[in-house]
């Protein structure tokens, strides 16, 4: 995995955590057991009944040990989607112990 990361670091990354939480930034490092370092963060936060808000973070860690998703994100198509339409459910967390 971590030869996946090292092309990711500088590029803007999505990380979904256990807890169903949705990170959006630019991978600045990792370590050995993938505790990420995120800058210039934000995190979606999503809404059946609203638009996606997004709240900013800037420079954020994010432990190995919670991350269930890391996926390169495409700068020009994120662009042009218009968050404040976007509605759905946000993700429920996953146990642990159950992967």
């Given at each position: 995995?971590?030869?996946?990361?090292e092309s990711y670091?500088?590029?803007p990354v999505s990380v979904i955590?256990?807890?169903?939480?949705?990170?959006?930034?630019?991978?600045k490092g990792f370590d050995q057991t993938i505790n990420l370092i995120l800058d210039e963060t934000h995190e979606r936060v999503f809404s059946?009944?609203?638009g996606?808000?997004?709240?900013?973070?800037?420079l954020h860690i994010v432990r190995g040990d919670n991350i269930c998703v890391v996926g390169e994100i495409d700068?020009?198509?994120?662009q042009r989607l218009d968050l404040s339409n976007i509605k759905a459910d946000p993700l429920n967390p996953i146990?642990?112990?159950?992967?």
């Open positions: 995995m971590s030869s996946t990361l670091v500088n590029r955590t256990s807890d169903g939480r949705n990170f959006i930034g630019t991978l059946a009944s609203q996606v808000e997004q709240v900013v973070l800037g700068e020009e198509i994120d146990p642990h112990g159950i992967v």
